[in-house]
């Protein structure tokens, strides 16, 4: 069972649509990430936070996958999508043993790495995490911009989707939430629950901008294998 929260707005990307609906190669972002949930074949139902406006849209848009794909309205904050998301699928698949949470946004992570997140969950852990290491020098600085450290990078990783939990868990983080988290492994964390990773991939990029959108379109349309770019 995967859970794609889609119903961000796209400011960013700067399309003046919502983004899960911006074309790339002729097809909605959306639809890309929902059927390479679908393909991987360890994904058997989805359930897609939309935005609130164009919930019909998104159900068109993703008719043509022929599967267990349910559309509810998004909330203002990822973590509201995400619950919306989360009740909807305790009514589609109560007998699901792994819940992934995957942004609409990074629409081609590899099925290796779906598959990596569902096999280590599988294995016995509560929450798993695609993570991949800094390559950038990271500095902290003070509120003028003035750098006051250099932080050591080797422990530092950089996090992607999908994330993969035990329904109870995630059931559990959500329930304890306060304030919203960047990402549903942070309420984790907050429950006091270990959080193990596996390793991500680049092509799982979280399209943000126009810039990481004309990546992305150059990389599918080399269609360059993806153990080139782990
Ligand atoms: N209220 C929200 C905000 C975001 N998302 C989803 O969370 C993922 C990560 O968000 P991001 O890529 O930052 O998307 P946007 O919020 O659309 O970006 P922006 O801030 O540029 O508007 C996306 O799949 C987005 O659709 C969501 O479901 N509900
Ligand atoms: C969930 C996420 O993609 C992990 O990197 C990321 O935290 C989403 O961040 P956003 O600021 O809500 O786009």
Known sequence: ????????????????????????????????????LLDSGWVNHVVVAAPSGAVEDVDAALGSTGASVHVVPGGAQRTDS???ALTESGRVAPEADVVLVHDAARAF???SVIRAVVRAVRSGADAVVPVLPVADTVKQVDPEGRVTTTVDRSRLRTVQTPQGFTPETLRAA????????????????RIGRQVDTVPGHSHALKITTAFDLAIAESVLAASVPESEHS
Do not use: Q, S
Not at 174 to 189: K, M, S
């Open 174 to 189: 959500y329930a304890a939430a306060g304030d919203a988290a960047t990402d549903d492994a942070g309420l984790v964390e």
């Open 1 to 36: 069972m995967a859970l794609v929260p889609a119903a961000g707005r796209g400011e960013r990307l700067g399309f003046g649509m919502p983004k899960a609906l911006v074309p790339v190669l002729g097809e909605p972002l959306l639809l890309h990430a929902v059927r390479g």
């Open 82 to 84: 995400v619950r919306r």
């Open 109 to 111: 992570t590899p099925a």
